[in-house]
């Protein structure tokens, strides 16, 4: 069984002794795990999609919002992508014993940097249920354990994908608690997860703010947040307008309820006139609920924009509905961003090179756009095979969190009898 009784201290020193372990493993033997994996999830889609649609079904999961549910459900489509992002994964080089740097010193010492694993991972996340084999395919491949704790209105689609990875390492021939899922306790049991030193080398909370905050508030374990995304784009004065309704329409739209959607548009006064109509009128054609500020709702023409609250600014929706905001120049535009941002994913549209340049380095995010969609922001995109989550922080990863944001390194001297004087 992959959802265990055992206490959170268990299974994490459980998790421990399989780090160990997996920290020596091949990369052959790593491999094969990955691919018994992908094979697995392809052979037991219809038992998945099963425990899936039960979760579904679950009165948990009936307040839900349209966005949480279609983070929630699978298909078809969905286990076969995961499984396919599973082999991506096992096809990338493993980072483990990379060398990173290597020098002789004054000693005769030949000194080598390379990457480790760190360890036991623990990761708290809701909804996705995909994020359970996107963890399992990056810790394995990376050398490390991993100890996963989802809502409990997905408790039973995790457990089916996790005891399919725990199955695939035993074929392997690696520990299968390596993989360990916790099912999805109260704030009792997550308290405890986020206090087991000497166990979890690091947690990592995929969620909105109130996740962030409650971990925030116990963690006594080494924290990597993957927090929330109020994402922005800003159509500057020498936007091209055309470009500027496909970035808008596709950073907000393509998939409403992940967190590197965008939530808020901001336009340049001296286009807003010109350009906001067109672009106002895809959004609210694509079922998007509009609410701005006074300058953007007189600039709007036929389209309906509700009137933006304070809150509206520093929302993140995760659905079809976005503020929109004029603003008179790049720098407050810039201001805007880093006042209400959550330092995830920003993008300017703009053909004049100096103004994206200083966009670029006045914005403090994660990752930024020029003349692209923040949707963009994504392991898979950026050629990791997948990610954990998108950290807004600066230590001591930033943006997707792949394999090698899951390792740190070691120094390894050898000499031939060297002591110290």
């Known amino acids: ?72 459900r699978l298909t078809p ?46 990761v708290v996340y809701e909804a996705r249920p995909n994020v359970t084999i996107d963890c399992a395919a990056l810790t394995i ?23 399919v990875v725990r199955e695939a390492l035993g074929e392997a021939g690696l520990p299968e608690d390596a993989v360990l899922s916790l099912g999805g306790g109260g704030h009792e049991e997550l308290a405890e997860l986020a206090t087991q030193e000497g166990l979890v080398d690091l947690l990592i909370p995929r969620g909105g703010e109130g996740l962030k905050a409650a971990i925030k508030a116990v963690a006594t374990v080494p924290v990597m947040y993957a927090a929330a995304g109020n994402c922005h784009v800003y159509v500057h004065t020498e936007a091209d307008p055309e470009m500027a309704r496909r970035i808008a329409v596709n950073a907000k739209v393509q998939r409403p309820g992940v967190c590197n959607a965008a939530e808020t548009l901001l336009i340049d006064a001296a286009v807003a006139e010109r350009v906001a109509p067109a672009i106002l009128s895809d959004l609210a054609a694509a079922g ?18 509700g009137p933006a609250g304070d809150d509206d600014w520093d929302s993140e929706y995760l659905g079809l509905k976005m503020a929109v905001a004029v603003v008179d120049s790049l720098e407050d535009a810039i201001e805007h961003v880093n006042r209400h941002g959550t330092r995830h994913s920003e993008a300017i549209v703009t053909a004049d090179e100096a103004a994206a340049e200083e966009f670029v380095a006045g914005v403090d995010a994660a990752a930024v756009y020029v003349n692209a969609s923040t949707r963009f922001t994504d392991g898979f995109e950026y050629g990791m095979g997948a990610e954990i989550g ?12 792949g394999m090698r944001e899951l390792t740190t390194f070691k120094y390894v001297a050898h000499g031939n009898g060297q002591v110290r004087e």
Request: glycine fraction near 6%.
């Open 1 to 72: 069984m992959a959802v265990t009784e055992t206490t959170v201290a268990e299974n994490c020193a459980a998790a421990k002794r399989a780090a160990r372990s997996l920290a020596s493993a091949s990369t052959e033997a790593k491999n094969a795990a990955l691919e018994a994996t992908a094979r697995l999830l392809e052979e037991r889609a219809e038992t998945i999609l099963e425990a899936n649609a039960g979760d579904l079904a679950d009165e948990r999961a009936v307040g839900l919002t349209e966005a949480l549910r279609d983070r929630l």
């Open 77 to 122: 489509e969905r286990v076969a992508a995961m499984a396919a992002g599973v082999r991506v994964v096992r096809d990338l080089d493993d980072p483990v014993g990379e060398e990173l740097e290597r020098k002789t010193l004054k000693s005769g010492l030949d000194l080598h940097k390379v990457r480790v694993p760190l360890g036991v991972v623990a």
């Open 141 to 163: 491949k990376s050398g490390n354990a991993i100890v996963l704790r989802g809502s409990s209105y997905a408790e039973r689609s995790n457990a089916a994908l996790a005891a």
């Open 288 to 305: 998007v609920e509009l609410v701005g500020d006074e300058r953007i709702r007189a600039a709007a023409g036929e389209v309906e924009v």
């Open 390 to 401: 998108n950290s807004t922080q600066k230590l001591h990863a930033r943006g997707p969190i």
